[in-house]
């Protein structure tokens, strides 16, 4: 048997990238030769195997046949007579259909060497229709390999076009996509993810309500970049700029989608978009079955956006409600997250990318304040259940109306 490095592990090494994990392709072998080695089989259809040791992946060289919608519809043919080749032919692209043996001596039967000089993200060959959450994977491989130069070729995004035209995606499932969006929202620049898989058509599929925020104006005084999707897109790039976790980036995604319900007459104003945008984000969280954390920030931000920008002009009752709402007291970190997501909203406007958001510390202090109430000593008046929940209530108020003074003083 002969035992290859393939993929992703063998395309970052040629590109100087730090390679994390590695699978190997064994040709000439058995199942039953694998099991005598010791490598313990991964699932019951699949010719993958880990190593005894290591743990990696060891995959025998194996054609893949469609045979039905969806990623279930396939049929393996596993045999030592499959060649490298062979394997790497039903692969997505050209840069991950490489292979190295012990020696670095490379076989590239596809050219990924050329294109990961020429930038360029090119399907192998037909078969890359054969899995449509590939269309995701090209755009999240654009939007970590921007930052060197590279594009998806124009033939691969007239493949993804016609892969989404077909409604392939629609049999993909959440939990596959999810794990896709969730890594590309990850990369350094995310915004590409969402430019590309708009740009082949499956952003209206997978996400019509962001898709619908294209074309939508927004007054130039606020957001001098006017369009609402392209806002979209630049308060993402912000949230990766500033190396904002998962919850953050999924919030800046969708925190404006009610904007994409206004009526043109109202144009460019969106009143109430905030409140109109929830039943969208929901719809999107749960589509993808998106983490708790997620799914709960990202509701959050797209109610409450606006209160954040407009912190220091909010009265100590609305501001007392508002901390309330977020749990503040024992849920610190998830307001964190939200001042944070704002901040980010705030910055994703064309030419204030540098302005300074006053706004995030004034919370912080709200809070702060909010949260030294003690409540041993309204214990000690005597007050209990709901009256001991309004006298806390009212002890808060009182130190926020103290800390609006004392910070506008
Ligand atoms: N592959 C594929 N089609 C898929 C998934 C994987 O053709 N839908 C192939 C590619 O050759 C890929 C390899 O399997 O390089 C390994 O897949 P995976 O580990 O998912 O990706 P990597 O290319 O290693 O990339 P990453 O750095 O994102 O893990």
């Known amino acids: 048997m002969q035992i290859y490095k393939v993929g992703g592990a063998v395309r970052d090494r040629l590109l100087g990238k730090p390679v994390t994990d590695i699978d190997w392709v ?82 590239d039967p596809y050219h990924g ?71 590309a929202l990850m990369e350094d620049q995310p915004q590409v993810f969402i430019k590309v898989l708009r740009e082949c058509g499956a952003l209206k599929v997978l996400m019509p309500e962001v898709d619908a925020l294209f074309g939508v104006p927004q007054p130039e005084a606020h957001h001098p970049e006017i369009d609402t999707g392209v806002h979209t897109l630049s308060v993402l790039e912000q949230a990766a700029l500033h190396k904002q976790p998962l919850t953050v980036r999924w919030a800046c995604l969708l925190h404006d989608l009610g904007k994409g319900l206004t009526p043109e007459e109202e144009w460019p104003r969106h009143i109430a978009h905030e409140h109109k945008g929830l039943k969208l984000i929901k719809a999107v969280n749960e589509r993808f079955k998106a983490p708790k954390d997620c799914q709960e920030l990202a509701l959050l931000v797209g109610e409450y956006h606006t209160h954040s920008h407009r912190a220091l002009e909010l009265k100590p009752s609305t501001l007392l409600e508002l901390l309330q709402n977020f749990d503040v007291y024992r849920r610190p970190q998830r307001f964190e997250e939200f001042i944070a997501a704002c901040e980010m909203d705030a910055r994703g406007r064309k030419g204030l990318e540098q302005r300074s958001y006053p706004q995030a510390d004034y919370l912080r202090g709200a809070a702060t304040a ?23 209530k009212g002890e808060r108020l009182k130190a926020l109306k103290g800390y609006k003074e004392a910070a506008s003083a």
């Open 370 to 392: 909010a949260r030294s109430v003690a409540v041993q000593p309204l214990l000690e008046k005597g007050f209990k259940g709901p009256e001991l929940g309004e006298a806390i």
């Open 113 to 183: 060497q050329r294109d990961l000089e020429a930038r360029l993200l090119r399907h192998v060959s037909p078969a890359f229709a054969e899995d449509p959450l590939r269309v995701l994977r090209v755009a999240r491989f654009a939007a970590r390999y921007a930052e060197l130069g590279f594009t998806v070729a124009p033939e691969t995004l007239e493949l993804m076009r016609q892969l989404t035209e077909s409604g392939e995606l629609e049999a993909l499932t959440p939990e596959r996509s999810w794990k896709e969006i969730a890594r």
């Open 26 to 107: 064994v040709v000439g072998a058995t199942t039953e030769e694998m099991l005598a080695k010791g490598f313990r089989p991964v699932g019951a259809d699949f010719p993958v195997f880990l190593h005894p040791k290591s743990g990696e992946e060891y995959a025998l060289a194996r054609t893949e046949r469609k045979n039905g919608r969806g990623y279930g519809g396939f049929i393996f043919h596993a045999s030592p007579d499959v060649t490298l080749e062979e394997d790497l032919i039903r692969r997505d692209l050209t840069i991950n259909a490489m292979a190295e043996d012990d020696q670095q001596n490379l076989t």
